[in-house]
């Protein structure tokens, strides 16, 4: 019930194409659900967050689709470019507890 | 701002040596984890701590890991014998509110276990 599965493990797009990264979970007391990038030799950084009573979050590119009754969540990446290349990783939370990743997603942008 | 620092950035040591992970958090964070990521897998939730205290240190393998945050502001975490399993990257992170949302990770520290 505690895990989060992410999907596709890798994944190749080219300049100005929409990836889209999916992510999945049983815990239905889940109540934040960010996501994370992370890139070679850094720690991920929060890029964006989402809770359940909306089904949708935007900010610049990035947009976060919710549906709570499918207990689905994903990432699209608008216009994307050769520097959004790192690995995304979804996460849920549910309150105080901690916070529960995914298994990431390699995206490579070819320009 | 400084972000979180962590100490050192790759170790590399024999199995069945001790080795030593120090984070320094954001000023004024009170909250501080410390994760293993796997390689090819993502971040998994060591032991947190708010202020000195460790709230959560259900997933720390007892038995050859520790960890201590003394004054509630830096924090080492310590591995006495390493295994070869042990091989990974450890993240520090921190959050400015309990139970926080919004976590800042540091770069991490490889840790190749030979």
């Known amino acids: 019930q505690q895990q989060v599965k992410q999907s596709p493990q890798s994944l190749i797009v080219q300049k100005g194409g929409i990836p889209i990264i999916n992510c999945a979970y049983e815990?239905?007391?889940?109540?934040?659900f960010p996501w994370y990038q992370q890139f070679p030799g850094k720690g991920p950084a929060l890029l964006i967050a989402i809770r359940p009573d909306v089904s949708e979050k935007k900010e610049g590119r990035f947009t976060i689709s919710f549906n709570k009754s499918a207990k689905q969540f994903s990432l699209h990446i608008m216009d994307s470019q050769p520097g959004d290349s790192a690995t995304y990783f979804c996460a849920a939370k549910r309150g105080a507890q901690k916070l529960v990743f995914g298994q990431g997603t390699r995206l490579t942008i070819n320009p | 701002e400084a972000g979180v620092v962590q100490s050192p950035r790759y170790k590399i040591i024999e199995k069945k040596q001790p080795v030593a992970f120090w984070c320094n958090p954001i000023s004024g964070h009170n909250t501080l984890y410390w994760y293993r990521q796997n390689l090819g897998q993502g971040p998994e939730l060591l032991i947190r701590y708010e202020n000195e205290e460790a709230v959560d240190d259900s997933q720390l393998p007892k038995d050859r890991f520790s960890a201590e945050r003394l004054k509630g502001v830096d924090s080492t975490l310590k591995i006495q014998p390493a295994e070869l399993g042990d091989s990974a990257v450890y993240l520090c992170a921190s959050s400015p509110l309990a139970g926080g949302e919004t976590q800042y990770f540091g770069p991490g520290t490889r840790l190749l276990v030979l």
């Open positions: 815990n239905t007391a889940f109540d934040y």
